[in-house]
């Protein structure tokens, strides 16, 4: 059965630092999304894709964040110079079309911790 | 603002038991609700999704219902086995280009 998938499960790095965190969706999925769960709270939206731009994005999502689709398999999330707060479990997601009428299927997520 | 609540927070049953797991939204303008497991330190693993126009949805032991007027969903688990132990996630997808927005979750412990 086709899945999301996420590299890398696990990423450490010092305040400050760049990350890019790598997904690659379901091949026929047209809409891809960030969330991302803080330990112990909800899972809360970051962006969501389509057509190589962002269709919508949240209060959270500021210029610190930036999303790319650099080729025909892979979707990334950069956060350009982290901070403390941002250490939380990152989930990818694809839905085969957006409006709410299709299931949306989450990758396993990256854990960052930012130190 | 849509928010959504899920009751209880954590539930112990012993193994065989049928429970019952509660959500509510407060904006019921909402395209669907989709019910969710995540295991400790997992990701999310899709159980049912149901339309706003469906009354409910059934894959194997679990029975999800959804009453959009008011603002509820219930997932009904049967039978009750110590794999299901998990936390169970629900999530509302509003009118227009929302996006997902999840309640806290139950945590749920099937004893054997």
Redesign the interface.
């Known amino acids: 059965e086709p899945e999301v998938t996420?590299t890398p499960s696990h990423q450490v790095t010092q305040m400050g630092q760049e990350v890019i965190l790598r997904c690659v969706p379901i091949s026929n999925h047209l809409y891809f999304?960030w969330?991302r769960q803080i330990l112990g709270?909800?899972?809360?939206?970051l962006v969501?894709f389509y057509n190589n731009e962002i269709?919508?994005k949240?209060e959270i999502f500021d210029d610190q964040f930036s999303v790319e689709r650099p080729d025909g398999s892979n979707f990334t999330l950069k956060i350009r110079s982290t901070k403390l707060e941002d250490s939380a479990?990152y989930?990818c997601?694809s839905s085969e079309w957006?409006?709410?009428?299709y299931?949306?299927?989450?990758?396993?997520?990256t854990?960052l911790t930012v130190t | 603002k849509q928010e959504v609540t899920q009751i209880p927070a954590a539930l112990s049953v012993p193994e065989g038991e049928n429970l019952v797991l509660n959500c509510s939204f407060t904006d019921s303008a909402?395209?669907?609700l989709?019910w969710?497991r995540q295991d400790p330190?997992?990701?999310?693993?899709?159980l049912l999704?149901i339309?706003s126009s469906q009354r409910e949805q059934t894959s194997g032991r679990l029975n999800a219902s959804l009453d959009k007027s008011s603002g509820r969903s219930t997932l009904y688990i049967a039978a009750s086995q110590p794999g299901d132990s998990a936390t169970y996630?629900c999530?509302v997808?509003?009118?227009g280009?929302?996006?997902?927005?999840?309640?806290?979750?139950t945590r749920l412990s099937v004893i054997a």
């Open positions: 996420q999304y969330y709270q909800k899972v809360e939206f969501s269709s919508e949240s479990m989930f997601a957006g409006q709410g009428a299931e949306q299927y989450f990758g396993p997520g854990r | 909402i395209y669907n989709q969710f330190g997992k990701g999310l693993t899709s999704l339309q996630l999530a997808w509003n009118s280009n929302t996006p997902l927005v999840f309640g806290k979750g």
